[in-house]
Nanobody
Framework: QVQLVESGGGLVQAGGSLRLSCAAS????????VGWFRQAPGKEREYVAA????????YYIDSVKGRFTISRDNAKNTVYLQMNSLKPEDTAVYYC???????????????????WGQGTQVTVSS
């Protein structure tokens, strides 16, 4: 069992940057595949970025490639989403998710995540 808590959201102007953090507790995080999702009002949830347990495999949705970077610090049991060049269409609640996948080099599909955080709001003004 692992608990995930996101932080770092807020209000930023278009073109600005934010770094979201997802802190895990309850179990060593290094063997977990992790992902970031977002959901804007009235829209379906989007699978924004993901990283395999080793960090060797990455995924980004096309709309954030070149602007967002997923990373992890296993010593701190934390996953990050660095978001640069933010656009109003990036406005959403952002969630992190994780699944225990020791030794399995895989980018999970969106429905394969077992643990979810409560979300953090990101608002980008034009």
């Amino acid at each position: 069992q692992v608990q995930l808590v996101e932080s770092g959201g807020g209000l930023v102007q278009a073109g600005g940057s934010l770094r979201l953090s997802c802190a895990a507790s309850g179990r060593t995080f290094s063997s977990y595949a992790v992902g970031w999702f977002r959901q804007a009002p009235g829209k379906e949830r989007e699978y924004v970025a993901a990283m395999s347990w080793s960090g060797g495999s990455l995924y980004y949705i096309d709309s954030v490639k070149g602007r967002f970077t997923i990373s992890r610090d296993n010593a701190k049991n934390t996953v990050y989403l660095q978001m640069n060049s933010l656009k109003p269409e990036d406005t959403a609640v952002y969630y992190c998710a994780a699944t225990y996948t020791p030794g399995v080099e895989v980018i999970l599909r969106d429905h394969e995540y077992d643990y979810w955080g409560q979300g953090t709001q990101v608002t980008v003004s034009s």
